[in-house]
């Protein structure tokens, strides 16, 4: 069971990928990028693989260019212990009008996020987060991820 949420990650990443980018909104091109991190307790594997199939089919990330940037399992534990139903996903987009524009869409709220509830699939939660700028020390070294406007 567990490689089935890795596959189910992977499919929507691949997805993601595979949809054409739509024309960028000029407001969101010149505000900063940011991260919505969904993190919390699988509660339904099938059900949950079912939700993250219709928000690969429906292709809101790639309308919204929100990508995936992780697999939501660790590789790793450092500190603290976490259930094998734990799961951390990070999605990026190019700002917060872009992240609300998916989480408020009609197709995500009428049409998949009930998916996941009533009884619930997962019990998790949404947060978002301003993206920081590449540090001096780490310019050369890596690039800095920018979205482009068309």
């Given at each position: 069971m567990k490689s089935y949420l890795f596959a189910a990650a992977t499919a929507l990443s691949l997805s993601a990928c595979m949809t054409?980018?739509?024309a960028t909104d000029q407001a969101a091109c010149q505000s900063e990028a940011v991260i919505m991190v969904v993190s919390g307790e699988t509660l339904d594997r099938v059900r949950m693989g079912q939700y993250a199939k219709a928000i690969a089919d429906a292709g809101i990330y790639p309308k919204n260019q929100g990508y995936y940037l992780n697999i939501p399992k660790p590789i790793d534990i450092f500190e603290g212990d976490i259930s094998d139903n734990h799961a951390t996903l990070m999605v990026r987009f190019p700002s917060l009008k872009a992240a609300r524009a998916f989480w408020n869409s009609e197709v995500y709220q009428n049409e998949?996020?009930?998916?996941r509830?009533?009884?619930?699939?997962?019990?998790?939660?949404v947060t978002v987060y301003k993206e920081l700028g590449l540090p001096d020390y780490m310019k050369g070294q890596v690039s800095q991820?920018?979205?482009t406007c068309k």
């Open positions: 054409a980018t739509p998949i996020k009930p998916l509830l009533n009884p619930s699939a997962g019990d998790y939660t991820s920018k979205y």
